[in-house]
């Protein structure tokens, strides 16, 4: 049977763990400063009161992505030292790569992102926030503005699905996304494949690639991270039991 693990964190739980880190730096409120991270990164008009109403749900789907992250790199603990590079492709308006920044122990981030738009919105939010690990929005296409340096974690929630699959799509949310940023291809897995193909020449050693990827075609994105030369592949299920992330390592001393 492959290999399945479940997350199931909630948001207290989260901002206990951010407030401690934040006390552990010195903040004089680190429970007041979680909550306005959370909301920072949340977006869509959240407030630190709405992060705080809300405390007992599950986290989103893309939060699970970035827990799932912090583990499997290594750099959840506080007392492990700052470990590596991690860099986020297709950042939008950077939420997941400022999460890696506040909620890791990565040495800094690096923020991939082909809209200029978006790149800007990146960029004014991590000068609104201001973490302590550095994050620098790069423009530029999958991983050509990555090159000349090695990564501890690789991270991405690509465009998946097709068009067919887009036009059915509620048009508030077809309204909300831009097209290039939900369709990818005619299976929907042209940027999967791409990340799946390229990634492991940027990595170090043991370093890993985290997906957030259709439930629909999990065992083919499986077998698609198999044949472009992944052997240490596990699909994750998200807090509703459904298969949603995918995590591949390079082998360690290779």
Known sequence: MPERTVLGPSIAAALRDGAGRLHGSGIVDPRREARMLWAAVAGDATTPGDVWIGRDRAPAETEGLVDLVLHAAGTRDAGCGMRGVAADIGTGCGCIALALAVEGNFERVIAVERSPEAAALARQNVARLHPAVPVEVRQGDLFAPLAGARYRAIVSNPPYLTETEYLALDPAVREFEPREALVSGADGLDATRALLA?????????????????????????????????????????????????????????
């Open 198 to 254: 390229g990634a492991a020449a940027l990595l170090e050693p043991g370093g890993l690639v985290a997906l957030e990827i259709d439930e629909r075609r999990a065992e083919t994105v499986r077998s698609l991270a198999h044949c472009c030369g992944w052997s240490r592949v596990t699909v994750h299920d998200d807090l509703f039991g459904r298969p949603r992330f995918l995590v591949a390592r390079r082998a360690e001393g290779v």
